[in-house]
C-alpha cells in the first residue's frame, strides 16, 4: 500500500520554527520527485516547492530564504524547515509524490499524503 504521511504540523508564533516530515512508504521512493503543496482556508492549493531525485529544490517566491526542503533517501522521507513563519504561512500542508518536479507545475502527482495544519498565530 503506497502512503505518505505528514508530520510535524502544529501552532506557533510569528516568526518561529516548525519542520514538517513525509514518510513514504509503498514505493521506490530515490525513484520519485517530492514536492510540498499547502492549501490555507477559502484558497487554492499553492505548490510550495519541489525536489528532484538528486536532491535539488526550488521554491516559490514567498518561502525563498524561509523555507528549505530536503530528503533523506535512505529514511525514505522528505522534509520541510520552515523558519520565520509568518501569518500568511498558515495552511494544511500536503506532500506528492511524482515523475518529475515538472508534473507539479500543473498540480499532477502519482501520491498526496492527507495533510498537516500548520497555523501560525500569536
Known amino acids: 500500500e503506497v502512503q505518505l504521511v505528514e508530520s510535524g504540523g502544529g501552532l506557533v508564533q510569528p516568526g518561529g520554527s516548525l519542520r514538517l516530515s513525509c514518510a513514504a512508504s509503498?514505493?521506490?521512493?530515490?525513484?520519485?520527485?517530492m514536492s510540498w503543496v499547502r492549501q490555507a482556508p477559502g484558497k487554492q492549493r499553492e505548490l510550495v516547492g519541489t525536489i528532484t531525485t538528486g536532491g535539488t529544490a526550488r521554491y516559490v517566491d514567498s518561502v525563498k530564504g524561509r523555507f528549505t526542503i530536503s530528503r533523506d533517501n535512505a529514511k525514505n522521507t522528505m522534509y520541510l524547515q520552515m523558519n520565520t513563519l509568518e501569518p500568511e504561512d498558515t495552511a494544511v500542508y500536503y506532500c506528492?509524490?511524482?515523475?518529475?518536479?515538472?508534473?507539479?507545475?500543473?498540480?499532477?502527482?502519482?501520491?498526496w499524503g492527507q495533510g498537516t495544519q500548520v497555523t501560525v498565530s500569536r
Open positions: 509503498g514505493f521506490t521512493f530515490d525513484d520519485y520527485a
Open positions: 506528492a509524490a511524482g515523475p518529475a518536479v515538472s508534473a507539479f507545475d500543473y498540480g499532477l502527482a502519482n501520491y
